[in-house]
Structure formats: C-alpha cells, structure tokens
C-alpha cells in the first residue's frame, strides 16, 4: 500500500515527532523527581545523550520508544511500505543504541533503558510501579537494568 499523504506532508508529519521530552520521558522525570532524585537532562557529553543522567548514581536513564528503538513487544510492528529503508533505519537505530549502551559501561557508568510498552499500552505497568522500580535499581549496585511491558 502507498503512503495516502504527499511528500511534503508526511516530511511534516515525521518532524514533528519529538526525541526530547515525549510523554513517556516526562512520566518519569516527574516521577523521580516527586522521589527526590534529582538528574541533568540529555547530557552530550555521554554517549547517546541519555535522557537522564543521574551523576551521584554514576547511572544513565534511556527512554525509549517502542518503534524507533525496534522493541520486540507489541506495540512494534515493521512497517509494510519502504521496507528496505525502515528496515536499515531501524536496525541502525538499534545497534547505535547497543553501542551506546555499551560505551557507558565500559565508561564506568549503570545503565537502564525504560521501554515506551511498559507506560503504555494494554501490557502497561503503570507508572507508580515503574518509577517504583527504576528507585530500587537506583540504590542497588546493577550495573545495566531494562524495564519492559508486564507481558
């Protein structure tokens, strides 16, 4: 099937897509805030900007959604139209993200990755128990943690 929209209206509609404070982010970020943590926003100077970067913790937050980052749940599906190209974009996305991951680790610093399915969608955990969660790895000695959907 081909795209319904023209060329310059889906170009619009892709940019409007946010990479910084989508609502999944901001869930969190209000949520270890109201616990007292507090963290820097989108640091570059650490590989992949993690969304929050926790320096009394030595750790790294990734917020990522289900699509962009190919999750193996179900909120992902392959596009049926340009295969080729989302498939390359999304496995380049994927593995930029291993390296990254990889990169803080080697560097010293915990690592968790919070997945858009766990505070979305019919397989949600909720937000209390995820942020419950992500204050427990917090104060523990893990050095890479990974939050999905309660499937």
């Known amino acids: 099937m081909s795209d319904i929209h023209l060329p310059a209206t889906r ?3 892709m940019s409007a897509i946010r990479g910084k ?6 869930l969190i970020r ?3 805030h109201a616990r007292g943590f507090r963290y820097r926003l989108h640091s570059q100077k650490l590989p992949g900007s993690p969304d929050l970067v926790l320096p009394k913790y030595r750790a790294a937050i990734f ?13 992902f599906h392959w596009p049926s139209s340009r295969k080729d190209f989302w498939r390359k974009k999304l496995d ?7 390296r990254n991951v990889n990169a803080l680790l080697v560097a010293g610093w915990r690592v968790a990755v919070v997945w858009e399915c766990c505070l979305r969608g019919k397989h949600k955990r909720g937000d209390d ?10 104060t523990s000695d893990k ?3 990974t939050i999905p959907s309660n499937v």
Do not use: I, Q
């Open 21 to 26: 404070d989508t609502k999944p982010e901001m």
């Open 129 to 138: 128990s995820v942020a419950d969660t992500l204050s427990d790895w917090l």
């Open 63 to 75: 917020v990522h959604g289900c699509f962009w980052h190919r999750h193996n749940c179900s909120m």
């Open 92 to 98: 380049a996305n994927y593995e930029r993200d291993e």
């Open 30 to 32: 209000r949520a270890l």
């Open 11 to 13: 170009s619009r509609n």
């Open 143 to 145: 050095y890479f943690f």
